[in-house]
């Protein structure tokens, strides 16, 4: 079974508009850290902002927020102000306890183009 | 350099033969993480090394993938007859600590490992 999904395999935004990339999990864990990355088209992976499964409030850094839904099992990211920098693939990865240690698991990706 | 550093950054090999790909991770990070990314896929955890051992190897995909952490800090991943199958950009990431917190994992620039 998938462990995260991400359900947009592209999504396009308007340049200085907000965009919300979805993200669910699976995990029967209470602890678990949530985290999304960028990669560029250059291959290098960015961290861009982390969410404890304890955390009380929502995660920001800057134009990220991480609309931490436990419920729901969602961890979705809202970039504010898109930048046309903004465009490339973001992934959706958790971290969570296995069999020796912790393993972290990345969703398929989302591919974010931003329009001038 | 103060980054996770990755040799070579490509490698092409015949199918059958033996590869070694090398990670040097961040000074004082004692958990190392290699991955593999298939073109517009997300990545997919092979094995997590938390000091010098193996915390968990569970995502190598056969017996023909081994890696090492001998000393703690250099970590290599070897593949042994290798086959097309195996082409991905293999990555490798270093965090200060394993666990679930928000110890934010960096990654490197990524081996491209081409099997003809």
């Known amino acids: 079974a998938q462990k995260i999904t991400q359900t947009q395999p592209g999504m396009f935004v308007q340049e200085k508009e907000a965009v919300t990339l979805d993200c669910t999990y699976d995990t029967s864990d209470p602890s678990y850290g949530l985290f999304w990355y960028k990669q560029p088209s250059s291959g290098e992976m960015i961290f861009l902002i982390y969410q404890g499964s304890y955390d009380q409030q929502n995660a920001t850094e800057g134009r990220y927020s991480l609309n931490f839904q436990k419920a729901r099992k969602s961890a979705n990211l809202v970039i504010s102000a898109s930048q046309l920098g903004d465009s490339a693939m973001y992934f959706c990865?958790?971290?969570?306890?296995?069999?020796?240690?912790?393993?972290?698991?990345f969703g398929a990706g989302t591919r974010l183009f931003v329009k001038a | 350099g103060a980054g996770v550093s990755q040799t070579p950054s490509n490698k092409v090999t015949e199918k059958g033969k033996y590869v070694e790909l090398r990670c040097d991770p961040i000074s004082g990070h004692t958990a190392l993480y290699w991955y593999r990314q298939s073109l517009g896929q997300g990545p997919e955890f092979l094995i997590y090394?938390?000091?010098?051992?193996?915390?968990?190897d569970s995502g190598l995909p056969n017996d023909r993938f081994f890696a090492v952490r001998p000393e703690g800090s250099v970590s290599t991943l070897k593949i042994q007859r290798t086959e097309r199958g195996d082409s991905a950009v293999y990555l490798c990431a270093s965090s200060l600590k394993g666990g679930i917190g928000a110890s934010e994992a960096f990654f490197g620039q990524g081996t491209r490992l081409t099997v003809v």
């Open positions: 990865a958790m971290r969570e306890r296995n069999t020796g240690g912790f393993k972290t698991i």
């Open positions: 090394f938390q000091g010098t051992g193996a915390a968990d």
